[in-house]
């Protein structure tokens, strides 16, 4: 993995001993089911080729040295103190996060140097937050011998940003990082956390797309849409809108705006990811594509998480014949937009779109699957 400074300094150089761990975790990416885990609802992510990686190794005191690689020089390296984690000091947030939810939890930890890097762009709506928790995680598990399992670490990673870092997230994200694979989707009730593995079609591949706009959910618009849910709900007498049917759905819409739409989004988002399992299982693929430009333009005009660079790699996908489907993927407000390609056809189509982008956008797209190099 290349490192994004040239003058990136490796762990022994810095910390003058070799690492004693090393653990990573992938981003990830949402086929459908966007804005629905939060709801109790259903989401359909998959591992995608990028991922975050830490080396680690232990110290005999309570300090933590962190280093990231992916910072410009100034703040690559944090220091602190085991209990006395403090929000707002920028990436450091997540290793201070993961340390003090750790404590919380009553799991034992010592102080320990740790080196991180990632090829998940940040804020690309890929998880690279959620990567880097479950990657740190994982090194920290092995560490110190901690007892946690693969769903317990993934409920820690959403506790830290929830938290510690102020982004009040569902959890796919993190139980995508920590349990989903590439080349299958993970079928998750946000709710029950029961999972399954849905494999892709071999006559389909995913192509994903970033259009560079970024976000931030710790924002306003992210926390704005989970709080219109939450009063939807409530003023329908049901916990979460996974416990409303269809039926109710008029009455919903007699909510003042924008609830009522707001609600569609999510009903239907949860319909949309069953049929979509269904037609993964079936191979079913004239199904597919439609699904996914259905979920983009709910999201679009009932969700409103859309931006306009976003709504031009969709309809870019729309003159590609070998595109399948497209739809915004992630928490929105800009990031990437997942498409499904007839297998062996992606890579071209996704150069295409990403030139014509270029064009329109006055900015560049950055293809990240097929990833680069492994393009056909
Ligand atoms: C972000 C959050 C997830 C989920 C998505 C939207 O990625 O971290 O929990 O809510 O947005 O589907």
């Known amino acids: 993995m290349r490192a994004p400074h040239d003058d990136v300094l490796s762990f022994e150089a810095l910390f003058g001993q070799p690492p004693r761990i090393r653990a990573r975790a992938p981003g990830r990416v949402n086929l459908i089911g966007e804005h629905t885990d939060y709801n109790g609802g259903f989401v ?7 991922h975050t990686e830490v080396e680690l190794a232990p110290r005999e005191d309570r300090r933590v040295r962190a280093y990231s690689a992916n910072i410009g020089p100034a703040e690559r390296l944090g220091e602190y103190a085991l209990g006395q984690e ?25 102080g320990f140097d740790v080196w991180l890097r990632s090829d998940v762009p940040a804020g690309s709506g890929l998880s690279s937050s959620a990567a880097l928790e479950v990657a740190l995680l994982r090194g920290l598990r092995e560490t110190f011998g901690l007892a946690l399992d693969d769903v317990r670490i993934a409920l820690l990673g959403q506790r830290v940003e929830c938290d510690f870092v102020g982004a009040p997230v569902g959890v796919m994200d993190q139980m995508a990082s ?11 009730d946000a709710r029950s956390l029961r999972y399954e593995r849905v494999p892709l079609p071999w006559e389909v591949e995913p192509l994903v797309i970033n259009s ?3 976000h931030s959910h710790a924002g306003g618009d992210y926390r704005v849409r989970r709080m219109e849910c939450e009063r939807a709900a409530a003023l329908l007498g049901v916990p979460q809108l996974r416990d409303l049917t269809e039926q109710e759905l008029p009455r919903a819409l007699a909510l003042p705006e924008p609830l009522g739409r707001r609600v569609r989004h999510v009903l239907t988002e949860n319909a ?7 037609a993964l299982r079936a191979v079913d693929l004239a199904s597919l594509g439609p699904l996914l430009y ?8 009932d969700y409103e998480v859309s931006v306009p660079e976003i709504e031009l790699l969709v309809d870019l996908a729309r003159t590609e014949p070998d595109v399948l489907g497209a739809r915004l993927t992630g928490g929105g407000f800009g990031g990437s937009v997942v498409m499904l390609a007839r297998a062996g056809k992606g890579a071209a189509a996704a ?7 270029a064009e329109h956008a006055g900015r560049p797209a950055t293809v990240l699957v097929p990833e680069p190099a492994t393009a056909t």
Not at 102 to 108: A, F, I, P, S, W
Request: no cysteine.
């Open 86 to 110: 403090q929000p707002g000091r920028g990436w450091l947030d997540y290793v201070q996060g993961v340390t003090r939810i750790l404590h919380d939890e009553g799991h034992t930890l010592r």
């Open 294 to 301: 259905a979920s983009h333009a709910s999201q679009r005009d």
């Open 178 to 188: 920590s349990l989903a694979q590439e080349g299958s989707a993970l079928f998750l």
């Open 44 to 50: 359909l992510p998959m591992a995608i080729p990028q």
């Open 272 to 278: 949309r990811v069953l049929d979509a399992v269904r």
């Open 212 to 214: 560079g706009v970024t």
């Open 351 to 357: 150069a295409r779109i990403s030139a014509r982008y």
